[in-house]
């Protein structure tokens, strides 16, 4: 008996160490207060309040793999699609199931595929760069996706030129950068919203407001925000200048550009294919994925492989790991391959599951809200007339309440950041002018607000 005792004391020892180690088991927006998804109906810039809960219900692991329960749905707002996609973020009732030991692929590299092929910390799908359509050569036209005919071979032929999701379908993105595909809403993409972006290229938040799983900061080193399907993690935009976590913070560099070329007879290695439209108005450099090259930048540290990712240190992994970054220029607009791809740097092992078939442990956060420095929020605009913003800079595993002071310490209005998201909006109309005070419940710092 004691001996039964002693293995299984051993056996929850190791899974509190596996807890306690792993960052794939620790780092997922587990929605412990009944937060619901939100969207948008065009034409309306309420947001309607769903059933559906947000982000992830649950996270369980074994000793060599981390299973995350998700309705995919984010706790920030979605929708509309301009595009006429007629779908809303539905409940997927998935489960993922991940690697907690990925491994790098020695052999030939595993293409992305159309799909899922990732998963953002807040159970939100990842997918690649492609949106399904294609150039149909024999016809010299588009195949494949909604409002056009099918591609020769079905939808998993290989196509010579494939359409790039994020310049074609970009105003069918929500602000948010994302959109669903028949319920399962996911991001191409870098999922912070449009408006945060340091040139604005949609206009789509300006109506139907939005955030989303974080904010970027050059300042500081990205969060974590999801993984891969090889089990490798993903980053935002920025991360220390050098692989051993020296040279400060850079902006995360894509290796891919744009091919100067006119007309689409060849791939970037030389390879003849059958010819895809010339570029112009229509087609423009940079809307087939065979528009771009991978350019080596040997002694470029803050340069990124063909993968899009790079090994090297960071805060969740100060031993070092495989990491991939969500990708943008200098204006933050998205940057090509955008998080993955073309092909994983790990041997893809990661897929969804209907059930779990072994024995695990139920992950618990115990993590409360962090404490607030002065520059981990904003308020703004400010002075203000209309609407007043405030900001965190980071996703945070709670809830925070936002409160809104008068000069005289009373307090007027307030408000929640919820869980996953990033922002709350106070109304400024009926406001007397003056000078007022923004304060973050259970926190020690406040910032003042003058109203106009």
Same mark, same amino acid.
């Given at each position: 008996?004691?001996?039964?005792?002693?293995?299984?004391?051993?056996?929850?020892?190791?899974?509190?160490?596996?807890?306690?180690?792993?960052?794939?088991?620790?780092?997922?927006?587990?929605?412990?207060?009944?937060?619901?998804?939100?969207?948008y109906v065009q034409g309306n810039s309420? !947001?309607?309040?769903?059933?559906?809960?947000?982000?992830?219900?649950?996270?369980?692991?074994?000793?060599?793999?981390?299973?995350?329960?998700?309705?995919?749905?984010?706790?920030?707002?979605?929708?509309?699609?301009?595009?006429? #996609?007629?779908?809303?973020?539905?409940?997927?009732?998935?489960?993922?199931?991940? !690697?907690?030991?990925?491994?790098?692929?020695?052999?030939?590299?595993?293409?992305?595929?159309?799909?899922?092929?990732?998963?953002?910390?807040?159970?939100?799908?990842?997918?690649?760069?492609?949106?399904?359509?294609?150039?149909?050569?024999?016809?010299?036209?588009?195949?494949?996706?909604?409002?056009?005919?099918?591609?020769?071979?079905?939808?998993?032929?290989?196509?010579?030129?494939?359409?790039?999701?994020?310049?074609?379908?970009?105003?069918? %993105?929500?602000?948010?950068?994302?959109?669903?595909?028949?319920?399962?809403?996911?991001?191409?993409?870098?999922?912070?919203?449009?408006?945060?972006?340091?040139?604005?290229?949609?206009?789509?938040?300006?109506?139907?407001?939005?955030?989303?799983?974080?904010?970027?900061?050059?300042?500081?080193?990205? !969060?974590?925000?999801?993984?891969?399907?090889?089990?490798?993690?993903?980053?935002?935009?920025?991360?220390?200048?050098?692989?051993?976590?020296?040279?400060?913070i850079s902006r995360m560099k894509s290796?891919?550009?744009?091919?100067?070329?006119?007309?689409?007879?060849?791939?970037?290695?030389?390879?003849?294919?059958?010819?895809?439209?010339?570029?112009?108005?229509?087609?423009?450099?940079?809307?087939?994925?065979?528009?771009?090259?991978?350019i080596s930048h040997a002694g470029q540290?803050?340069?990124?492989?063909?993968?899009?990712?790079?090994?090297?240190?960071?805060?969740?992994?100060?031993?070092?790991?495989?990491?991939?970054?969500?990708?943008?220029?200098?204006?933050?607009?998205?940057?090509?391959?955008?998080?993955?791809?073309?092909?994983?740097?790990?041997?893809?092992?990661?897929?969804?599951?209907?059930?779990?078939?072994?024995?695990?442990?139920?992950?618990?956060?115990?993590?409360?809200? #962090?404490? %607030?420095?002065?520059?981990?929020?904003?308020?703004?605009?400010?002075?203000?007339?209309?609407?007043?913003?405030?900001?965190? #800079?980071?996703?945070?595993?709670?809830?925070?309440?936002?409160?809104?002071?008068?000069? %005289?310490?009373?307090?007027?209005?307030?408000?929640?950041?919820?869980?996953?998201?990033?922002?709350?909006?106070? #109304?400024?109309?009926?406001?007397?002018?003056?000078?007022?005070?923004?304060?973050?419940?259970?926190?020690?710092?406040?910032?003042?607000?003058?109203?106009?």
């Open positions: 008996m004691k001996k039964i005792l002693r293995c299984i004391l051993i056996l929850c020892i190791g899974n509190q160490a596996v807890a306690q180690l792993n960052p794939a088991i620790e780092h997922w927006l587990i929605n412990s207060t009944g937060i619901t998804g939100r969207h309420t !947001p309607i309040n769903e059933t559906t809960l947000a982000n992830v219900q649950s996270v369980q692991y074994s000793s060599n793999w981390v299973y995350v329960t998700t309705t995919g749905v984010p706790s920030y707002i979605t929708g509309p699609f301009m595009d006429g #996609n007629p779908s809303l973020a539905t409940n997927q009732n998935a489960i993922f199931k991940i !690697p907690l030991s990925p491994a790098q692929n020695t052999g030939t590299f595993t293409a992305t595929t159309g799909g899922n092929i990732g998963i953002f910390v807040n159970g939100v799908a990842l997918f690649d760069y492609r949106d399904g359509v294609a150039w149909n050569t024999s016809a010299n036209a588009l195949c494949g996706g909604p409002g056009n005919p099918p591609c020769p071979g079905g939808p998993i032929a290989v196509m010579s030129w494939n359409r790039d999701a994020i310049p074609a379908e970009r105003p069918g %993105f929500d602000c948010s950068k994302g959109h669903p595909a028949m319920g399962n809403y996911h991001h191409h993409q870098n999922p912070s919203a449009f408006k945060l972006d340091l040139t604005v290229i949609s206009n789509v938040c300006d109506l139907y407001d939005a955030d989303g799983l974080y904010v970027i900061d050059s300042m500081v080193h990205s !969060p974590l925000i999801g993984y891969a399907y090889d089990g490798f993690p993903i980053y935002g935009a920025y991360g220390f200048k050098n692989a051993d976590g020296t040279g400060g290796s891919y550009q744009l091919r100067n070329i006119s007309t689409r007879t060849v791939w970037a290695d030389g390879t003849d294919v059958p010819d895809g439209p010339a570029v112009s108005t229509t087609y423009p450099l940079g809307y087939f994925r065979e528009d771009y090259e991978f540290a803050d340069y990124l492989d063909i993968h899009n990712g790079r090994f090297c240190v960071t805060p969740e992994y100060p031993n070092g790991i495989y990491c991939y970054f969500a990708t943008v220029d200098s204006q933050w607009n998205s940057a090509y391959p955008y998080v993955v791809g073309p092909t994983f740097y790990g041997v893809k092992t990661a897929t969804k599951v209907t059930s779990i078939t072994e024995p695990v442990s139920t992950y618990t956060s115990s993590a409360g809200i #962090n404490e %607030f420095s002065d520059s981990d929020w904003s308020v703004y605009p400010n002075p203000s007339n209309d609407i007043i913003m405030v900001q965190v #800079n980071e996703f945070k595993n709670q809830s925070v309440t936002v409160e809104l002071y008068d000069a %005289f310490g009373k307090l007027i209005q307030t408000q929640r950041i919820v869980q996953g998201s990033t922002i709350a909006y106070f #109304n400024a109309d009926t406001l007397y002018k003056g000078l007022y005070q923004v304060k973050i419940q259970g926190q020690a710092t406040t910032k003042k607000l003058v109203i106009q």
